[in-house]
């Protein structure tokens, strides 16, 4: 491209990504001439397709989508801050100083932020956090970062044990933590399973029955109520990821363009 512009990355964000809208909303009412676009990429593309933003000097950073927050980060590791490594996961990229593409997450900072206008002294909560890809990664790193202690983590697949003792978090076998969610205040779902499917939960249904006064937080927000919420919303209180997803992009905006002014990207988002 010929103007400067930023971009989301992933595999199919052309089909729903939220970020190039709330974006172009807020630069167009900056009168910034730059926009954001959606970029649709193959896995085996994926490699060249960093190297080719990378000098392209017009781009200036964006999001990236799933499923490909670990992998760009493992592609830009060279660039990447040690304390975000840590998280082995990015959703946000931009320039730094000296011209080279790197990034962050943003996803952590802005769970964290959305359930604390839901849920008091998080820090004493005893937290499961369900799916270790990208996303649930950086929820776990800010989790730790921000003090929690009584964090339980699980995932279908065992070799996501590693990242746990990384961060220094329990990791319990997928089935034996669902059949205990009694044992937690808070159950956070960083899966993908019920994005764009409302048949289709993490848990199954069966095992929700008779889980009662607990908290569910699920960061898919297509749709708003997944089946998940929907079999527990009678019981427990509960909160999907819409306000997660607009405060991400909220903080991300703000990394990638260095407008500090979050409280005016928000207003520009939402007025």
Same mark, same amino acid.
């Given at each position: 491209m010929?103007n400067? !512009?930023y971009?989301?990355?992933g *595999?199919?964000?052309s089909k729903g =990504? /939220?970020?190039?809208?709330?974006?172009?909303?807020?630069l167009?009412? @900056?009168e910034?001439? *730059?926009?954001?676009?959606?970029i649709d990429? $193959?896995?085996?593309?994926? =490699? #060249?397709?960093i &190297?080719?933003?990378e000098?392209d000097?017009?781009?200036?950073?964006?999001?990236?989508?799933v499923p490909?927050? *670990?992998?760009?980060?493992?592609? %830009? $590791?060279?660039?990447i801050? #040690?304390?975000?490594?840590k998280?082995?996961?990015?959703n946000c990229l931009?320039?730094?100083k000296?011209?080279?593409?790197?990034?962050?997450n943003?996803?952590?900072?802005?769970?964290? !932020?959305?359930?604390?206008? $839901?849920?008091?002294?998080?820090?004493k909560?005893?937290?499961?956090?369900?799916?270790?890809?990208?996303?649930?990664?950086?929820?776990?790193?800010?989790?730790k970062?921000?003090g929690c202690?009584?964090?339980t %983590?699980?995932? /279908?697949?065992l070799k /996501? &044990?590693? +990242?746990a003792k990384?961060?220094g978090y329990?990791?319990?076998?997928?089935?034996?933590?669902i059949?205990?969610?009694?044992? +937690?205040d808070l159950?956070?779902?960083?899966t993908?399973?019920?994005?764009l499917? #409302?048949?289709l939960s993490?848990?199954?249904?069966?095992n929700?029955?008779k889980?009662?006064?607990?908290?569910f937080?699920?960061v898919?927000?297509?749709?708003?109520?997944? %089946? @998940?919420?929907?079999s527990?919303?009678k019981?427990n209180?509960?909160?999907?990821?819409l306000f997660m997803?607009?405060?991400?992009?909220?903080?991300?905006?703000?990394?990638?363009?260095?407008?500090?002014n979050?409280?005016?990207?928000?207003?520009?988002m939402?007025?």
């Open positions: 010929k400067k !512009y971009a989301i990355l *595999e199919q964000p =990504a /939220r970020s190039p809208k709330l974006w172009n909303k807020v167009k009412k @900056l910034r001439k *730059e926009r954001m676009f959606p990429i $193959k896995k085996k593309d994926l =490699a #060249k397709t &190297k080719n933003l000098k000097k017009n781009f200036l950073g964006g999001c990236i989508a490909y927050k *670990e992998d760009i980060c493992k592609l %830009l $590791k060279k660039n801050n #040690k304390t975000i490594l998280g082995q996961s990015i931009y320039r730094d000296k011209g080279n593409l790197t990034g962050c943003t996803d952590g900072m802005a769970a964290i !932020y959305s359930l604390k206008k $839901k849920i008091n002294n998080i820090k909560k005893k937290i499961l956090l369900i799916g270790l890809g990208g996303t649930g990664k950086a929820i776990t790193a800010t989790l970062n921000y202690k009584k964090v %983590l699980t995932n /279908r697949t /996501r &044990k590693i +990242f990384s961060v329990k990791f319990v076998n997928f089935h034996r933590a059949s205990n969610l009694e044992s +937690f159950i956070i779902n960083a993908s399973a019920g994005f499917n #409302k048949n993490p848990i199954k249904v069966g929700l029955s889980v009662k006064d607990k908290f937080f699920d898919i927000y297509q749709p708003k109520l997944t %089946l @998940l919420l929907k527990v919303r019981k209180k509960f909160s999907n990821g997803n607009l405060m991400q992009a909220v903080f991300a905006f703000s990394i990638t363009t260095n407008i500090k979050k409280t005016k990207i928000f207003k520009l939402t007025g």
